[in-house]
Nanobody, 118 residues
């Protein structure tokens, strides 16, 4: 059974930092592209950051470039999202997704709430 479990969310002041983690189990982790998505109140879900299976290629939404960093540790089946210089607009539920395009496998975590407020 595949599980993705996010953690690390919380309440932070503007300008602060948080590090999200997503631990995967039940899958061959290094074969999956790992994505972080978010959905803010009243907004569509958006892709925030992505990283390839080996970790060599990353991509970011324009809204987070230069502030967020995605990374992964395949030995720990874990993907991270380091979020710096947080803004109130970053308030959202953050979800991790594991995606293996070649075999059309796609899994999601349950989400972790990030609230940026003074």
């Amino acid at each position: 059974q595949v599980q993705l479990v996010e953690s690390g969310g919380g309440l932070v002041q503007p300008g602060g930092s948080l590090r999200l983690s997503c631990v995967a189990s039940g899958l061959s982790f290094s074969n999956y592209i790992m994505n972080w998505h978010r959905q803010g109140p009243g907004k569509e879900r958006e892709l925030v950051a992505a990283i390839t299976g080996g970790g060599g290629i990353t991509s970011y939404a324009d809204s987070v470039k230069g502030r967020f960093t995605i990374s992964r540790d395949n030995a720990k089946n874990t993907v991270y999202l380091q979020m710096n210089s947080l803004e109130p607009e970053d308030t959202a539920v953050y979800y991790c997704q594991a995606k293996w395009v070649a075999i059309m496998r796609d899994y999601w975590g349950q989400g972790t709430q990030v609230t940026v407020s003074s």
